[in-house]
């Protein structure tokens, strides 16, 4: 950053050019009074978040309703806000009627949909995703050889044979084997001109730019980071010789930028059309941020309370299931099977909870390289 800093403070010899002042206006927001507007703005921006969330989790549920089909609102005249869920088409055609009834029959299902909507972004999975297969796709290990294999496949036999090698790889490192992560791998780590250079510097660049947000506290736009690279003598001379030792020409600062965006994963630290967007173009221009509600609803809540796979922890599930709502289950990749066997005897055996006689179920399941992550939570509770 410091290069690009020194171009713009030294252009003050000549006067303050319209971007140094432009950043000295906005850099006295880190200190002054934001004042209630920027509190207003923060409230229209979390509810426009619960709304998308709601709209999206309708959408989980009731399968046959179009993307278009419904609209959601926020209405707040009277300073209590509510969220509206209403038929685009006129005279509506039941769908809400069939949503509520299918809601109310799935013993939670909304509530569970409603918190993947908030939690969980598809694009952000995938960058995630690609940049731990990158990272061990450095290591002397079976995925560098499922790769090496892709990469050297000549016709449609040994491509298809490469590419089931590869799957089933991922599937044992707990990396994800999914048609989706699958085809990202190959569309992004394993291009006809990729080879372990280019999985070093996929890792490096990803690593540099999450520890770089990391430190700075916010997130970094792809085509400035970009910038930031090129502009780095060190970066730009490195990765200018790997372009060359590829194409045998030397490329431009353009080629350059543009190169370097191509091994970029953005994420998604707030929201995208992958996961939440403001669907309603009357509503305003407030864009939905799941880490802003993240952070409003953690600070109104309890957080969900979890257990590692070690002696003893079935009792210590019932005995957190007799005051909790939900539970998370932690276990290595071997632990699969412990965890089943002993929730087949947990999910099918009722316990009384305040004279009540209540039912754990399953509310989901994740992997990924460090084991599972599995929630288990008491039917009908928790729904207010």
Not at 138 to 162: I, K
Not at 299 to 305: C, E, L, R, Y
Request: hydrophobic share 40%.
């Amino acid at each position: 950053m410091m290069p690009a800093a020194r171009r713009v403070s030294g252009s003050r010899r000549s006067g303050p050019t319209p971007l140094f002042v432009e950043i000295s206006r906005a850099e006295t927001a880190l200190w002054s009074d934001l004042g209630e507007d920027f509190e207003a703005w923060l409230r229209q921006r979390h509810l426009r978040t619960l709304a998308e969330a709601c709209l999206s989790a309708v959408h989980a549920i009731a399968t046959d309703v179009g993307e278009g089909d419904l609209m959601v609102d926020v209405l707040s005249d009277d300073g209590n806000p509510r969220i509206v869920i209403s038929e685009s088409a006129p005279g509506g055609i039941g769908q809400i009627e069939a949503f509520v009834q299918t809601s109310l029959d799935g013993d939670g299902a909304f509530e569970r949909a409603l918190t993947h909507a908030l939690g969980f972004c598809t694009r952000a999975h995938i960058s995630e995703s690609l940049v731990a297969v990158a990272a061990r796709a450095r290591t002397p290990e079976a995925l560098a050889d499922a790769f090496d294999t892709v990469r050297r496949a000549r016709g449609y036999q040994q491509t298809l044979s490469a590419q089931a090698g590869l799957t089933r790889t991922l599937e044992e490192a707990g990396l994800g084997a999914s048609r989706q992560n699958v085809v990202a791998v190959t569309g992004h780590l394993l291009q006809q001109s990729s080879d372990s250079t280019t999985d070093a510097w996929f890792d490096a660049l990803n690593r540099l730019w999450a520890n770089r947000e990391g430190r700075l506290g916010a997130p970094i736009d792809a085509r400035v980071f970009a910038y930031l690279l090129v502009d780095s003598p060190s970066v730009r001379r490195r990765f200018s010789a790997m372009i060359e030792r590829k194409t045998g020409q030397q490329p431009t600062e353009v080629q350059l930028f543009a190169r370097i965006q191509d091994f970029l994963l953005p994420g998604c630290h707030d929201s995208c059309p992958q996961c939440l967007a403001n669907t309603n173009r009357f509503a305003g221009d407030f864009r939905p941020s799941r880490e802003l509600t993240d952070h409003w609803l953690s600070a109104s809540g309890p957080k969900t309370p979890s257990l590692s796979v070690a002696p003893g922890w079935v009792e210590r599930l019932q005995a957190l299931l007799a005051n909790e709502d939900r539970v998370e289950i932690i276990g290595a990749v071997d632990d699969l099977g412990e965890i089943a066997r002993a929730l087949q005897t947990l999910l099918t055996e009722p316990f009384e909870r305040d004279y009540l006689l209540v039912w754990p179920i399953l509310s989901g399941v994740s992997r990924n390289p460090d084991g599972w992550r599995v929630g288990v939570e008491i039917r009908n509770m928790g729904v207010r």
